[in-house]
C-alpha cells in the first residue's frame, strides 16, 4: 500500500506540511506498513493551465513541460492521497496552477478508460489565516473538484463539509491537529478494507 501526500503550500515546511504529517500519523495507526511519498508542491516547476486541449488527444498526458506530469504520474501510483492546502488571501502560485491544470486533464471528453484516479480514497485539509468561513467555502470547491474527479473522498464526521480545517500556525490549533489524525484514521481503515 502507498500514500501521498501533497502539500500546497508555497513555502516548504510549513503549517501545509505539518498539518500533512499528522495526518500520516493518523494513517499510521491502523496501517503501520503503508509507504508514504510526501511532495511539497513549492519544490516543482508548475505552470498554468494553456487551455490548448492537448489531453483531449493524449487522454491524461499534459504536454505543458513542467513537474505536473511528474506530480500526477505519482498521484496514478498511490492507493490513497492527502492533500493539505493553504487558503489565505489567494491560492499560491505553484497550488493554482496544479488546480487547474488537475481540473483540465480530468475533464478530456473521450474517457473510454476511466480517469486513473477514480475511486482513489483521498482526504482535503485546509489552513486558512482566518476563523474558517473562507476555508470551509474553499474546502467544498475542493470537494467538488475531487468527487467530478470520481475520487472517493474520505469524511471525516458530521460536518457539512468532508476535510479538516486549521487555522494557523497549526502547531498550535490541537483541534486541528486531532481533526488532521482522525482523517488520517479514516484514510487508512478505508485503504484496510
Do not use: W
Not at 113 to 121: A, R
Not at 142 to 168: C, F, H, P, T
Amino acid at each position: 500500500m502507498k500514500l501521498l501526500g501533497i502539500s500546497g503550500s508555497h513555502k516548504k515546511g510549513q503549517n501545509s506540511l505539518k498539518l500533512l504529517e499528522e495526518a500520516i500519523k493518523g494513517v499510521k495507526t491502523v496501517n503501520p506498513s503503508i509507504k508514504t511519498k510526501v511532495i511539497e508542491l513549492a519544490a516543482f516547476d508548475i505552470n498554468h493551465c494553456e487551455s490548448c486541449n492537448a489531453c483531449r488527444d493524449n487522454p491524461f498526458e499534459c504536454v505543458v513541460k513542467d513537474d505536473f506530469q511528474v506530480i500526477f504520474d505519482e498521484m496514478k501510483l498511490t492507493d490513497a492521497i492527502l492533500f493539505s492546502i493553504p487558503h489565505y488571501d489567494a491560492n499560491p502560485s505553484h497550488l493554482d496552477g496544479f488546480l487547474g491544470r488537475f481540473r483540465k486533464i480530468h475533464k478530456v471528453e473521450s474517457l473510454d478508460n476511466g480517469f486513473p484516479l477514480k475511486d482513489k480514497p483521498c482526504g482535503i485539509l485546509v489552513i486558512s489565516g482566518t476563523k474558517n468561513h473562507s476555508a470551509i467555502s474553499f474546502l467544498k470547491e475542493l470537494e467538488k473538484l475531487i468527487i467530478s474527479a470520481s475520487m472517493s473522498l474520505v469524511n471525516i464526521g458530521r460536518q457539512s463539509y468532508k476535510g479538516a480545517i486549521a487555522v494557523a500556525p497549526v502547531t498550535e490549533n490541537f483541534r486541528a491537529l486531532r481533526h488532521a489524525r482522525i482523517l488520517g484514521k479514516k484514510v487508512g481503515k478505508v485503504l484496510n478494507e
